[in-house]
Nanobody, 119 residues
């Protein structure tokens, strides 16, 4: 059983930065793909970025490219999402999710962390 815990959300002004963290308990992220999703009020959940743990290969949604960076820390078994140049439209609950490399759906989810960007 993998439990994911997000942290690092908060209130920031437009143009500011936040770094979100996703830690796992129960096992390491080895052999997994870890992703960030977000869901704004009244909108569907959308993909933000993902990283394959073993290779550190990353992939971003178009809305995240150039502003967000996903990374991992092997020693801390933690995935980060560095968010720069934040915009009010980035306001959402951000979720960490994980799946095994061969899976098509994300099986493990965190409870989310709120990010609010004021204009």
């Amino acid at each position: 059983q993998v439990q994911l815990v997000e942290s690092g959300g908060g209130l920031v002004q437009a143009g500011g930065s936040l770094r979100l963290s996703c830690g796992a308990s129960g096992r390491t992220f080895s052999g997994y793909v870890v992703a960030w999703f977000r869901q704004a009020p009244g909108k569907e959940r959308e993909f933000v970025a993902r990283i394959t743990w073993s290779s550190a290969i990353t992939y971003y949604a178009d809305s995240s490219k150039g502003r967000f960076t996903i990374s991992r820390d092997n020693a801390k078994n933690t995935v980060y999402l560095q968010m720069n140049s934040l915009k009010p439209e980035d306001t959402a609950v951000y979720y960490c999710a994980a799946r095994s490399v061969g899976a098509t759906q994300y099986f493990y989810w965190g409870h989310g962390t709120q990010v609010t960007v004021s204009s």
